[in-house]
C-alpha cells in the first residue's frame, strides 16, 4: 500500500511537471494590436501554470499508480528553476522503503524528467546505503540507465566508503558500464587521495577519458608531493599518455616552485608542441611569484618558435605587475630576436594597459623611448 502511495506521489509530481511545461491554447490576455509587455507576459505564464497545475492534479486524482500517465513528447520548455524545485520535492516525498519499486516504474519513462529524477534517486538511495543500491543496480540490463545509475552510486559511496567502493568497482562485470563507475570513484579519490585515483585509472583500457583522468589525479598530486607524482607518471607505458601525465605534473608544479617545473619540461618532454604549450603555462605562472628568474630561464631557450611565445607570456604577465622592471630586463639584453620579441611584446602590454587605464579615466603612462621598436608606435 505504502509503494502504491509513493507511487501516486510520483505520478502526480511529475504530471506537474508535464503541466508546467504544456500549453492550452489560451490566448494571451494582450489587447489586439499591443505588443505584450514583459510584466503582462509574466502575469499570463503565472496564471497558466496554475490553470495547468489544478489540470494535471485532477488527472492524478482519476489515475491509478500503474498508469503509464507520461506523455513521450513534451511541448513547451519548463523555467529551470521551477524543474529543479519540483524535482527535488519529489525526490524527498518518496520513503526509503519505496523507492526500489519507483525506479523501477519509472525505468520505461523516455521523457528527461523521469531520467533526471532516477538519478536523483539513485543518488539519495546510495548516499545512506550504497551497498544496497549496488545490489539493485547488479539487476539491470547494460544500458545507459545502468551506467547512470552506476555513476551516481560511485560518486555517492566513494564519498563515504572510498576503499569499499574501489573494491566494488573491481569487481563489477567488464563493460563501458564499469569503466564509468570506475571513472567517478577515481574522479571522487583524486581530492583527497590521488594515488588511490591512479591506482583505479590505471586499470582502464587506454582512451582519451582515461588519459583526463589520470592528468587531473597527477595534477592534485604534484600539488602536495611531486616528486612521487613525476616519478609515478615517468611509469606509464604509453608515449603520448606518459607526456600529458609529466606536462600536467610540471604545470601543477610552477606556481611553487617553477625552476622544478621548467626542469621537469625542458628535460621529460621532447620538442613540439606538448612542451611548448607547457614552457607557456609554466612562464605564466612562474612570472607571478618570480619574474625575473623566470625570464632568466627563457632567455636560455633557443632559437625556436617556443621561445617566442614564452617571452610574450612572460611579458605580459610581467609588464602589468611591473613595467620598469621589465623594461630593465629587457634593455640588458644582446641586440637579436630575443630583445626584439620582447620588445614587441613590452610594447603591446603597455599599450593594453593605456587601454585599460582610458577605461577607466587614468593618464596612459608613457613608453620609455629606448624601448620602443621602430614601427611599433
Do not use: C
Not at 277 to 293: F, G
Amino acid at each position: 500500500m505504502k509503494t502504491m502511495i509513493a507511487l501516486g506521489l510520483v505520478m502526480l509530481s511529475l504530471l506537474l511537471l508535464v503541466a508546467l511545461r504544456r500549453t492550452d491554447g489560451s490566448p494571451h490576455p494582450v489587447a489586439v494590436g499591443k505588443p505584450a509587455s514583459a510584466q503582462s507576459q509574466q502575469m499570463f505564464k503565472v496564471a497558466h501554470t496554475r490553470r495547468a497545475a489544478s489540470h494535471a492534479l485532477t488527472a492524478t486524482q482519476q489515475a491509478q499508480p500503474g498508469d503509464a500517465i507520461l506523455p513521450a513528447v513534451v511541448d513547451a520548455e519548463l523555467d529551470p528553476d521551477l524543474r529543479s524545485q519540483a524535482l527535488e520535492r519529489v525526490v524527498e516525498s518518496i520513503p526509503d522503503a519505496d523507492l526500489p519499486a519507483v525506479l523501477d516504474s519509472l525505468a520505461n519513462d523516455v521523457i528527461p524528467e523521469a531520467a533526471e529524477l532516477r538519478q536523483l534517486l539513485v543518488r539519495r538511495w546510495a548516499e545512506r546505503d550504497a551497498p544496497a543500491v549496488a545490489a539493485w543496480t547488479s539487476q539491470m540490463p547494460e544500458s545507459a540507465a545502468r551506467r547512470a545509475a552506476l555513476e551516481q552510486v560511485a560518486i555517492a559511496w566513494a564519498n563515504t566508503d572510498l576503499a569499499a567502493a574501489a573494491g566494488w568497482v573491481r569487481a563489477l562485470p567488464e563493460g563501458d558500464s564499469k569503466q564509468a563507475a570506475t571513472q567517478a570513484v577515481a574522479y571522487e579519490a583524486a581530492r583527497t587521495e590521488p594515488a588511490a585515483a591512479l591506482e583505479l585509472a590505471s586499470a582502464l583500457p587506454p582512451t582519451r577519458e582515461r588519459d583526463d583522468l589520470l592528468v587531473h589525479a597527477v595534477s592534485q598530486w604534484a600539488a602536495a608531493d611531486p616528486a612521487a607524482a613525476v616519478a609515478w607518471a615517468l611509469g606509464i607505458p604509453e608515449l603520448p599518455a606518459r607526456e600529458r601525465v609529466l606536462a600536467a605534473a610540471a604545470i601543477a608544479r610552477a606556481e611553487q616552485d617553477g625552476a622544478s617545473a621548467a626542469t621537469l619540461a625542458a628535460q621529460a618532454l621532447r620538442a613540439g608542441d606538448e612542451q611548448d604549450r607547457t614552457v607557456v603555462a609554466i612562464v605564466q605562472r612562474w612570472a607571478q611569484n618570480s619574474p625575473l628568474a623566470a625570464a632568466s630561464w627563457v632567455s636560455e631557450f633557443p632559437d625556436l618558435p617556443s621561445r617566442d611565445t614564452a617571452v610574450q607570456s612572460l611579458l605580459a604577465v610581467w609588464t602589468a605587475r611591473d613595467a620598469d622592471v621589465a623594461n630593465h630586463w629587457l634593455q640588458g639584453l644582446s641586440a637579436g630576436s630575443l630583445r626584439d620579441v620582447g620588445m614587441a611584446a613590452y610594447a603591446e602590454a603597455i599599450a593594453d594597459r593605456d587601454r585599460v587605464g582610458a577605461i577607466a579615466g587614468q593618464n596612459p603612462v608613457p613608453i620609455p623611448e629606448l624601448m620602443v621598436p621602430t614601427g611599433v608606435r
